[in-house]
């Protein structure tokens, strides 16, 4: 399965983020070709500031495997990580981070560039249009 593939689910859940008032970010995590933490925008939902995709993502991966750290796995993320999940990738020493849309406001490397463990391998701008897409639609519905 391809980087677009596993990228389509992360858009997927980013539109249900949408459709709940969330901000549409949408992040899964795979492992040997297998998706073993799913996470969403829930930061309203749950009334918590760190209820972030990747956070979210993170717990259900770590728990799926019975460990805290995600060697062997990739995170596809439809929105560059903030500083705290970057920070969150970096402990649990992700194999892999792809990113759809960079965050020029927010984003870590913005801030931090070098966040991310010195293991974890960068792949950026996979289906990086629908990402800002959603986010620029989102955005304008709460403007109008």
Known sequence: MSDDYFM???LGLAEEAAADGEIPVGAVVVCRNR???KGKNQTEQLND???????LAITAATQSLGG???TDCTLYVTL???V?????????QISRLVIGAADPKRGYSRIQPSLLHPKTRLETG???DE???LLTNFFRRLRT
């Open 84 to 92: 705290m999940c970057a920070g969150a990738l970096y402990w649990a």
């Open 126 to 128: 996979i289906l990086a």
């Open 49 to 55: 500031v760190t209820a972030h995709a990747e956070m």
């Open 131 to 133: 990402s800002e897409q």
């Open 8 to 10: 389509e689910i992360a």
């Open 80 to 82: 560059e990580p903030c």
């Open 35 to 37: 998706i073993i933490g």
């Open 68 to 70: 805290k750290y995600l």
